[in-house]
Nanobody, 125 residues
Framework: QLRLVESGGGLVQPGGSLRISCAAS????????VAWFRQAPGKEREGVSC????????HYASSVKGRFTISRDNVKNTVYLQMNSLKPEDTAVYYC??????????????????WGQGTQVTVSS
């Protein structure tokens, strides 16, 4: 079965850090660009960050630039999102998704073939 599995979400205080992971199962992730999306209650899903298959190209949404870092380990078939200086407005379900295309800041959900089930990140005191 081809799937992505996120892990590492949880509850963190404002200003804190969290690293979430996205592991591929049943296929090799190294040929795909991978993006992190998030969806807060009552809001549309939005793209947060994207990394190309070789890690050569990376994009961050303006709301997270300078605070979040995306990376990947193709040997481990895993992509990471390191989140620092977290704010309450970062609270959302975070999803990873894989696409054969790297589009930079164009997070067209229709171009992502594989999705994870999501992991909850809650930033609250």
């Amino acid at each position: 079965q081809l799937r992505l599995v996120e892990s590492g979400g949880g509850l963190v205080q404002p200003g804190g850090s969290l690293r979430i992971s996205c592991a591929a199962s049943g296929f090799t992730l190294d040929r795909y660009a991978v993006a992190w999306f998030r969806q807060a209650p009552g809001k549309e899903r939005e793209g947060v960050s994207c990394i190309s298959s070789s890690s050569k190209n990376i994009h961050y949404a303006s709301s997270v630039k300078g605070r979040f870092t995306i990376s990947r380990d193709n040997v481990k078939n895993t992509v990471y999102l390191q989140m620092n200086s977290l704010k309450p407005e970062d609270t959302a379900v975070y999803y990873c998704a894989a696409s054969p295309y790297y589009r930079g800041g164009n997070y067209n959900i229709n171009e992502y073939w594989y999705w994870g089930q999501g992991t909850q990140v809650t930033v609250s005191s």
